[in-house]
C-alpha cells in the first residue's frame, strides 16, 4: 500500500505533498497522517523503493513493436543519453555536481531505451559530475543484431568495437572531430580537405576508423542549409569567446556538415535512409522532457536525503508504468494511418484516472471497467495532430521505406470497440 500510494499519488499531482500522500492512503483504506507517513520515509523505504523501481523496468515490458519495416530489419533499436536533476546543497558528498554555474550537488541519470517495441532497457544513477564517455554499462544490454545510436559524449572506439565485433550488432553515431580516418587501403585521409574538395551534396565513403586496430565502416556527409551552418558556427564561436577560445579552420569547415559513421550496410539503409533512422535518437530527449517537465522529476520536494531518494524513486515508477501504457499505442493504427500516440497527452489523461484506478486496483472487474474508460479516452483524445508538410517521425520512417505494408483496414481500425479489442 505505501508503494501503491507513493506511485499513483505522484501520478495524479508531480508536486504531491505529504497531505496528498496521506490522501492516497485513505484511497487504500488506510488512515494516516501526514506526519505519520512522513515517519515511513526512512532509509529502509528507500531500499524498498529503489528494488520497486528495478522490478518495474523488469515487469512492465511491452511485446509488441513497431510496424515500420525499415526499424524491423534489426532485433532492437538501443538508444543511449543522460539527463541531470539538482539535488540539494546537503547531498554533495553522495552525489557531486559538475561545478561552475550548475548546481553543487546533482544526480546523472543513464538512460537505454529500446525504441522498437518501447521498452526501457537500463536506468543507472550516477553523480552528476560523471563524464557520459565513462558510461560503459550498456553494452552489457545489447543484443545481436540490434542497432545502437548513442548522443556523441558517448563516443569511443572501444565501445563501437564492442557492438560491432564482440556484440555482432549495428552502430549509428555521429563522427567525433580528431577521430583519425584512413582509406580502406589504410592510406591516411584528412576529412577537411575531403570536404573543401567536396560538392555540396551528400557523399559517403568506405574508411577505417582510428590510428590502430582500425575499425571499418561508413564515413557518411550531409551538407547543412547555407542558413543552418552559419547558425550553428556563430552559436559555437560564441559559446568559444565565453570561454576564452578560438575555433580553428578545421572546426568552422565540420559546421557546414553532419557527418555519421555506421556499419550498417547500404543494402540496409541507405545514406539518406541513415540521416532519418538517426533522428529517432531523438525520442529519448522527448521521454526526459515527459519526465522532468509532466512527471515532476525536476521538483523534488525536501531537504532531508531519505525524502528525496524517496520521492525520486516513485516518480521514476510511475513514470516506467506511463511509458508501459503508452508503448502499444504509438502506432495502433498501422504504417499508413499517419496516427502517432502523444507521450504528454497520454499523460495528461493517465494523471486524471490516476486516483480512480489506485482505488479499484485491487478489485479486478472494477479495475477492466476503469482502464476501458482510459483507454477511450486515449483513443479520442491522446494522438498528435496529423502533420502535412512535415510527418510526425514514424510515419517519415514509414515513407522511406521501399517496401510499404497496408497493415490494418482503417475503416475498421476507427471503430473504437474494435481499436479497444
Not at 580553428?248 to 541513415?274: A, C, G, H, K, R
Not at 507521450?343 to 472494477?366: E, G, H, M, T
Not at 517521425?393 to 476507427?414: E, G, I, N, S
Request: hydrophobic share 45%; charged share 20%.
Amino acid at each position: 500500500m505505501f508503494l501503491q500510494a507513493s506511485v499513483w499519488g505522484f501520478i495524479a499531482d508531480p508536486d504531491a505533498h505529504l497531505d496528498d500522500l496521506a490522501q492516497a492512503c485513505a484511497e487504500l483504506g488506510v488512515a494516516i497522517s501526514a506526519q505519520g507517513f512522513d515517519q515511513r520515509i526512512n532509509p529502509a523505504a528507500v531500499t524498498f523503493l529503489k528494488e520497486m523501481l528495478s522490478q518495474a523496468i523488469h515487469h512492465f515490458r511491452n511485446k509488441a513493436a513497431l510496424p515500420l519495416p525499415i526499424l524491423q530489419q534489426f532485433r532492437a533499436i538501443n538508444l543511449v543519453d543522460s539527463t541531470v536533476l539538482s539535488l540539494p546543497e546537503n547531498m554533495v558528498v553522495e552525489y557531486p555536481g559538475c561545478g561552475g554555474d550548475g548546481p553543487a550537488a546533482s544526480l546523472k541519470v543513464q538512460l537505454q531505451f529500446e525504441f522498437l517495441q518501447g521498452n526501457l532497457e537500463q536506468m543507472v544513477l550516477q553523480a552528476g559530475k560523471t563524464p557520459d564517455q565513462h558510461f560503459t554499462e550498456y553494452l552489457g544490454q545489447v543484443q545481436a543484431g540490434s542497432l545502437n545510436i548513442n548522443d556523441l559524449g558517448y563516443f569511443r572506439l572501444e565501445s563501437l568495437k564492442t557492438i560491432a565485433v564482440n556484440k555482432d550488432a549495428y552502430y549509428l553515431s555521429r563522427y567525433l572531430p580528431g577521430t583519425g580516418l584512413s582509406t580502406p587501403a589504410g592510406q591516411p585521409l584528412d576529412l577537411v580537405q575531403l570536404l573543401k574538395t567536396a560538392v555540396r551534396h551528400p557523399f559517403e565513403q568506405a574508411v577505417r576508423l582510428g590510428v590502430e586496430d582500425q575499425l571499418p565502416c561508413r564515413l557518411i556527409c550531409l551538407p547543412l542549409p547555407q542558413e543552418v551552418a552559419d547558425r550553428r558556427r556563430q552559436q559555437a564561436q560564441a559559446k568559444a569567446r565565453k570561454k576564452g577560445r578560438t575555433l580553428s579552420p578545421t572546426s568552422l569547415t565540420l559546421l557546414d556538415w553532419v557527418i555519421f559513421v555506421t556499419n550498417v550496410p547500404q543494402t540496409m539503409l541507405s545514406l539518406e535512409q541513415v540521416a532519418l533512422v538517426y533522428r529517432v535518437r531523438w525520442q529519448v530527449e522527448l521521454i526526459f522532457k515527459l519526465w522532468k517537465s509532466y512527471g515532476g522529476l525536476a521538483r523534488i520536494a525536501g531537504q532531508r536525503r531519505e525524502r528525496v531518494l524517496y520521492e525520486l524513486y516513485a516518480k521514476m515508477i510511475g513514470l516506467i508504468l506511463t511509458l508501459f501504457i503508452l508503448a502499444p499505442w504509438r502506432m495502433p493504427l498501422g504504417t499508413w494511418a499517419n496516427c502517432e500516440a502523444s507521450p504528454f497527452k497520454v499523460r495528461d489523461i493517465l494523471q486524471r484516472f490516476a486516483w480512480r484506478l489506485l482505488a479499484n486496483l485491487s478489485v479486478l472487474d472494477q479495475l477492466r471497467v476503469v482502464l476501458g474508460q482510459l483507454f477511450t479516452q486515449m483513443a479520442r483524445f491522446g494522438f498528435k495532430q496529423k502533420r502535412q508538410k512535415q510527418p510526425n517521425l514514424c510515419h517519415a520512417l514509414a515513407l522511406a521505406f521501399p517496401v510499404y505494408v497496408l497493415d490494418v483496414d482503417l475503416d475498421q481500425a476507427l471503430d473504437l470497440p474494435v481499436l479497444l479489442a
